[in-house]
Each structure stands twice: as C-alpha cells, then as structure tokens.
C-alpha cells in the first residue's frame, strides 16, 4: 500500500473511532429513563436518582472533552509527520536502537501527560468532589502521578528494551519470542500484583481478627477454599466508592476488599462480596482470563511482526528512516478495530463469568446478602441504572445491575 493511502487509513481509523464512540456515548445518555426502578425505590430516593443522572452526564462531558483533546491531537501529529520528524531527529542523535524508540516514547508520553493531567485534575478535583466521591488531597493526586510516571518508564522501559533485544537477536519470527516473554510478564504481574504494585499507591493491611474474619474463615471451610491472603486496602484515601477484587494464582491467590466496601457493609453482604470473588476463582475464570490473554497477546505479536517489515508505515508517518517504534505506532492504529472486536468478545465472556460468580454466592452463602450488597454499591456509586444495549455489549464488562438482580432472583 501506498504510504500515502496508509496515511488516510491511519486518519480514517481515528476518526470513525471517535465518531462511532461519540454516537454511542451520546444514545446511552439518552436511554436513562425518569422513573426509579421498583427494585430499588427503598435506596434511592428522588433526589438522589437525579443526581446519579447528573454525575452521569458530567462523567461524558469530561470523557468526550478528552475524546476530542486525544483525537484532534493525534491527527495533527499524522498530519503533520511529527511521528517522523521526531523518530529522524533522535536518530541524528542516539544511533542506539533502545535509546532511540525510548526518546520517541518519552517525549510524546510527556505531551500526552500535558493534556492528560488538567482534565484528570478537573475530573478528580471538580466533578468527583461536587458529588461527593472524591477524598483525594492534592499532595496524593500530585504523588500518583510522580509514581505512576515511574513505573510506567520503569516497566515501559524494560518490555521495550526485551522486545528491541528480540527484534535485533531473531528479527525473523521473533514474535514468537516477544509472545512467550509478554505472556510469562503477564502472568507474573497477576501473580504478584497486589503483594507488589498495589503497596506503591496504597497501604495494605491483612483483615483483623474479629467476627468478620471468623466468618469469612467458617465459609472458606465450608467450600473447601483455603483463604489466606484477605487484605484491606485503604481506597478512602482517593475516594468514598467501594469496591473489591481478586488476584493472584496458586499460592499467590489474594482477595482485596476495599476499607469503603468494609465500612459500609454488613458482614453478612460482604462474606456475600467475598463469595462472589471466590466464585470466580472456583469457577476457573481466572485461568480462562488469563489463556484468552495469553491468546490475544500472541495474535497482537504475530501482527505487529507483520507491520516492522512495512517500511511504508514509517514512510506514512513521515520518517525518512525506518525504525522499530514507528512500526508499533502503525500497529497501534491498524490493530484498533481488531481490538476492539476483541474487547466486545472479552466482555461477552466477562459478563458470563459475573453471572456465574453471582450465583456461585447465591449457592454456597446467601443470594440475599449479595443483592443487598450490590444495590448499596449501585446507588452510593451513583451508576447508570438504564445503560443502552448497545453500550453495554461493547463496553461493560459487569452486567448492568438489573439484569444481575434479575438472575440471582430466578436462579
């Protein structure tokens, strides 16, 4: 293909993308409907039902704001050959293959972050704290961004610099390569996580003893499970929402409760919480979640093997010497619809697994508790109750909460 007919692809791909989110943003805004539903007319009270609707329509203000930020920026780059002009200067520079893809990558990550940060600063401090949700001190906001800068160079860095290795080392095939290294990454990261990310951003703490842990300790008997790693982590610290998760394999397998969730909860609703984490463990979702990523990680480096042999990419992006990294921002575009194939049939899955892990609850502990857990969690999160079909087949990876009440009361 022609570098310049790639170029227009390239603008094409961005375009209809936002376009196409735009159009679907704005139809699940429409599809909330005034009236409460029956199933939560004793949680929600009028004006609380109006302000979840209102911090909704904030939420996509701020989101398309962005949308439109991202987008318009990142074709004045194409447009301008930016990509090329950069990549060509640092070469003149740095003849090393890393620090030549590890300059290009800083620089346009920095001018991300210039945009990035107002409008994350503005959601935080703005309209997450008009409603009520955000806890987060400036200092904090200030720190996770310092961090999170970081580990992103710092993680960033080391997976660039082993894909160059193999790039230079196999050229090849080495895909192949590039896949086992990115899978084995994978599946240490969700190994050990929790024990070692989590813990730079915030402070755990193993559950106390106390009535809670002994029945959180009488139900893991009960179900054969042996529940070890139970931490709290203190989420108060940026927000009032609640949340919870599990990670980890084998031995590393861990559940995380957020000091919200704890606060706000029964015991009974979160030994239900827990419950549900669990069935997403005994129901071997972890390890499906975990092969359809080893998966998609393989095609995503077969495909990106295909696009550092198209020297036309670089051309399109107006370099006039190929490069590595030029030829992963063209896969970045050109992988985009295949993403987001992939991203629908992952949350189809994931909402399956969400059914199954609520009824796993609703078998070994009490439907009950879970339903009351998940109406709580709804309504102080202020979520959209009435989310467009369509919406939620591409985007939700939970199932809308009425459709989840629904199952656990005909299961």
Known sequence: MEPTHLLILFCSLIIL????????????????????PNELKDFYEKEKYLEAKNYTKSKGKVSLISSVLSTSL???????????YVSDYVYEIYSSSFLHSAIFFLFFYLINMIISIPISYYSTFVVEEKFGFNKTSLNTFLMDIIKGTFMSILIGGFLLGAAIFLYDFFNEGFWMWLWIGLSLFTILMSMFYTTLIVPIFNKLSPLE????????QNYSKKIGYSLKNIFIIDGSKRSSKANAYFSGLGPKKTIALFDTLVEKHTEEE?????????????????KQGMLISIIQIG???YLFELCTKLPEISTALGAEIDAFHLGLIGFSLLFSPIGLILGIFGNIISRKNEFEADDFAKKTYNGESLKLAL???SVDSLTNLYP?????????????LLDRLKA???N
């Open 299 to 301: 095609l995503m480096c």
């Open 375 to 377: 109406k709580k969690l």
């Open 74 to 84: 990142t074709l004045i780059i194409l447009t301008t050959g930016m990509y090329g």
């Open 408 to 410: 656990l009361d005909s």
């Open 388 to 400: 467009h079909p369509l919406y939620v087949f591409i985007h939700y990876s939970h199932p809308p």
């Open 209 to 216: 003893n106390g009535n809670l842990k002994d029945k959180i």
């Open 270 to 286: 979160l030994v239900a919480v827990l419950a549900h984490e669990v069935g997403h463990y005994k129901k071997n979702h972890i």
């Open 17 to 36: 993308n936002f376009v196409f989110s735009a159009i679907l943003d704005y139809i699940n805004d429409k599809n909330w409907k005034n009236e409460i």
